[in-house]
T-cell receptor
Framework: DTGVSQNPRHKITKRGQNVTFRCDPI?????LYWYRQTLGQGPEFLTY????????KSRLLSDRFSAERPKGSFSTLEIQRTEQGDSAMYLC????????????FGPGTRLTVT | GESVGLHLPTLSVQEGDNSIINCAYS??????FIWYKQESGKGPQFIID?????DKRQGQRVTVLLNKTVKHLSLQIAATQPGDSAVYFC??????????FGTGTRLQVFP
């Protein structure tokens, strides 16, 4: 399968714990995006990378959130001191780099904070 | 599995009929648009895209129409099938690379 992959698919954690998600983009895609989706809503942009450089971060991305893409391939999204409001589907997408080009999404990681 | 779009607008069509899903986008400066299909528990799946210098683009069984005057997009699905049942989102890009998603529409196909 050469699509975008995300791990884990589901994560249940207790409030206050830290969690980390991984995204592997389509190979040779140099742009990688993180979105968050809550029930009944469309995905909301969090941040994106071109190669290893983080080019934009949403105001939704509080200081408890950090994303990295150290070698320009896979990316990780970490949430520290999770809160119940962090419960959502975290989606990763990748694109070839052309601004007007499709972003292809992975299956997402469903986070539940209890 | 989880349910995407619990309280979304719903379009119900009979199998074999054509479906038209509408979307109003927010920014007149948007220059690129994408339609996504999302099934329950899955990530959005790319269907078709269109640039702002076009009015119409066709794919396999799908057509996207863009009316920039009224900031309106539509997705037409020909000969709708049960496998088309899902939530459909339009998304726009302007100024940066981030997608701005519209309110989804749930498509239900009945026999």
């Amino acid at each position: 399968d050469t699509g975008v992959s995300q791990n884990p698919r589901h994560k249940i954690t207790k409030r206050g714990q830290n969690v980390t998600f991984r995204c592997d983009p389509i190979s040779e895609h140099n742009r990688l995006y993180w979105y968050r989706q809550t029930l009944g809503q469309g995905p909301e942009f969090l941040t994106y990378f071109q190669n290893e450089a983080q080019l934009e971060k949403s105001r939704l991305l509080s200081d408890r959130f950090s994303a990295e893409r150290p070698k320009g391939s896979f990316s990780t999204l970490e949430i520290q001191r999770t809160e119940q409001g962090d419960s959502a589907m975290y989606l990763c997408a990748s694109s070839s780099g052309a601004r007007q080009g499709p972003q292809y999404f992975g299956p997402g990681t469903r986070l539940t904070v209890t | 599995g989880e349910s995407v779009g619990l309280h979304l607008p719903t379009l119900s069509v009979q199998e074999g009929d054509n479906s038209i899903i509408n979307c109003a986008y927010s920014n007149s400066a948007s220059d690129y648009f994408i339609w996504y299909k999302q099934e329950s528990g899955k990530g959005p799946q790319f269907i078709i895209d269109i640039r702002s210098n076009m009015d119409k683009r066709q794919g396999q069984r799908v057509t996207v129409l863009l009316n920039k005057t009224v900031k309106h997009l539509s997705l037409q699905i020909a000969a709708t099938q049960p496998g088309d049942s899902a939530v459909y989102f339009c998304a726009e890009i302007y100024n940066t690379d981030k997608l701005i998603f519209g309110t989804g529409t749930r498509l239900q196909v009945f026999p």
